[in-house]
C-alpha cells in the first residue's frame, strides 16, 4: 500500500494550491479519504475528510469555506482544494484513508508522506 502526496508549494497569501493524493495496493473507493497537516511544533490535525459512501464532506472550522476536498476513484485519487490561503496554514499536508471519516490520527488505516505547503509573502 503507497500513498503519494504531491501539488505542495510556495504561495503567496491569498492564493491557491491543488493538493493531490495517488494510491496503489488497495481500492481508495471502499475508504473515507482524507488530508491532515502538520505545523511546526504543533500536533498533526485533521482538515478534511470524505467519505466512501456517499462522499459528504467533513471540514475542520479554520478552512471551511476555503478548502475543498474530492476524490475521483476511477483514478484511485482525491484531492484538496487550497483557496484564500493564509500563512497559518504553512504546513506539511498529509493524505490518509481510514474506514469511515475521523479526526484522530491513531485511527487512520494508511498514510502518505506528506507535502510542503508553505503559505507567505
Known amino acids: 500500500v503507497q500513498l503519494q502526496a504531491s501539488g505542495g508549494g510556495l504561495v503567496q497569501p491569498g492564493g491557491s494550491l491543488r493538493l493531490s493524493c495517488s494510491a496503489s495496493?488497495?481500492?481508495?473507493?471502499?475508504?473515507?479519504l482524507a488530508w491532515f497537516r502538520q505545523a511546526p511544533g504543533k500536533e498533526r490535525e485533521g482538515v478534511a475528510c470524505?467519505?466512501?459512501?456517499?462522499?459528504?464532506?467533513h471540514y475542520v472550522d479554520s478552512v471551511k469555506g476555503r478548502f475543498t476536498i474530492s476524490r475521483d476513484n476511477a483514478k484511485n485519487t482525491w484531492y484538496l482544494e487550497m483557496n484564500t490561503l493564509k500563512p497559518e496554514d504553512t504546513a506539511v499536508y498529509y493524505c490518509?484513508?481510514?474506514?469511515?471519516?475521523?479526526?484522530?490520527?491513531?485511527?487512520?488505516?494508511?498514510w502518505g508522506k506528506g507535502t510542503q505547503v508553505t503559505v507567505s509573502s
Open positions: 495496493g488497495f481500492s481508495a473507493s471502499g475508504y473515507a
Open positions: 470524505i467519505s466512501s459512501s456517499n462522499s459528504a464532506t
Open positions: 490518509a484513508s481510514a474506514g469511515w471519516c475521523r479526526w484522530d490520527v491513531g485511527g487512520m488505516d494508511h
